[in-house]
């Protein structure tokens, strides 16, 4: 089965950046549609970014302006460039990819283990 490996998390200053990484591994399928989501401590998961398959990103107001959502179709791969971060953006990240398998014309959503994102002085 397919799974969703995450990384690129850690601990940064204000004004500071991140750049996580989401691989698919696994055979037999490709990727529609990917986002990234985070989630704070006792905060719901909150959506913070999509990208279709053709590249057309969209991203949660919070984040305009600073944060980068993109993708590299042949290494599976989803990433979200973060600039000028905030404490308020310190959350566990996931990333989620819609997962098509054309021998069974079938697709689910799969996410990711999480990866902490720390913004802090």
């Known amino acids: 089965q397919v799974q969703l490996v995450e990384s690129g998390g850690g601990l940064v200053q204000p004004g500071g950046s991140l750049r996580l990484s989401c691989a698919a591994s696994?055979?037999?399928?490709?990727?529609?549609?990917m986002g990234w989501y985070r989630q704070a401590p006792g905060k719901q998961r909150e959506l913070v970014a999509t990208i279709t398959t053709g590249g057309r990103p969209n991203y949660a107001d919070s984040v305009k302006g600073r944060f980068t959502i993109s993708r590299d179709n042949a290494k599976n791969t989803v990433y979200l460039q973060m600039n000028s971060l905030k404490p308020e953006d310190t959350a566990v990240y996931y990333c989620?990819?819609?997962?098509?398998?054309?021998?069974?014309?079938?697709?689910?959503?799969?996410w990711g283990q999480g990866t902490q994102v720390t913004v802090s002085s």
């Open positions: 696994g055979s037999g399928f490709s990727i529609n549609g």
């Open positions: 989620n990819g819609n997962i098509y398998y054309s021998s069974y014309d079938y697709s689910r959503n799969y």
